[in-house]
């Protein structure tokens, strides 16, 4: 799953542990996230649109056949 | 599932499992009782002579020894990163990967399982130093798959 945390917290100008305090998670789940290594669940999820103030469909995207 | 989540849980549930195998390895070694069970006779292959004698000799105890400070290195390692990060549950990434690592470590053990039974029917009387090599490559690769955990996150 693709997705654009990193793009929107480096326009935010957050640092990797910025972000993970305010999601409440370690830097390693971000840095994780952002290389797309790890699909976060639901819930952290709706907590990155809220602190992005975007939708959960606008901050991931389904990659195509996967 | 709300254990594992818990940092210290996990780190002393390692720790007094590595306690216990390292000092029950502490203990035989060189006991008279438990060289006495040890075979005499050649192996199919050296490399089983070779941990036999091994064990003959008492070099377990290093073993012991290792395993006892992996586990105090966990323990120790764990209470810093708390004491550091405020933080004694592990976040979602975090469980999901020690989830995987458990599951390694529970399909190795298992594929093993059949291994160590076939070596013991081919040479029964190899049948401690087999169980015991089981139990070390087992423990140590848990053990220090817990440690590279400790000290990753």
Not at chain 2, 65 to 91: M, N, P
């Amino acid at each position: 799953m693709k997705n654009i945390i990193r793009k929107l917290r480096e326009d935010r100008q957050l640092t990797q542990v910025e972000l993970a305090s305010l999601a409440g998670v370690s830097r390693q789940a971000i840095i994780a996230i952002e290389n797309g290594k790890y699909d976060p669940s639901i819930r952290l999820a709706f907590k990155f649109s809220q602190i992005f103030g975007k939708s959960i469909e606008e901050l991931f995207v389904e990659e195509d056949g996967k | 599932m709300m254990l594992l989540k818990n940092r210290l849980v996990n780190s002393m549930v390692v720790s007094i499992i590595s306690l216990l195998y390292g000092a029950l390895f502490m203990l035989i070694s060189g006991h008279v009782e438990f060289i006495s069970i040890l075979p005499k006779g050649r192996a199919n292959y050296d490399f089983w002579e070779g941990w036999c004698k091994f064990l003959l000799v008492g070099n377990i105890k290093y073993i012991g020894i290792v395993t006892i400070l992996i586990g105090l290195i966990i323990l120790a390692r764990t209470i810093l990163t708390i004491i550091k990060y405020r933080r004694v549950k592990l976040d979602e990434y975090e469980v999901s990967l020690l989830q995987r690592g458990l599951s390694v470590a529970g399909i190795t053990a298992i594929l093993l399982i059949p291994i160590l039974l076939i070596l013991i029917l081919s040479e029964p009387q190899y049948a401690v130093p087999f169980a015991l090599f089981f139990v070390v490559v087992t423990w140590s690769a848990f053990a220090l798959t817990s440690l590279y955990f400790v000290f990753r996150l």
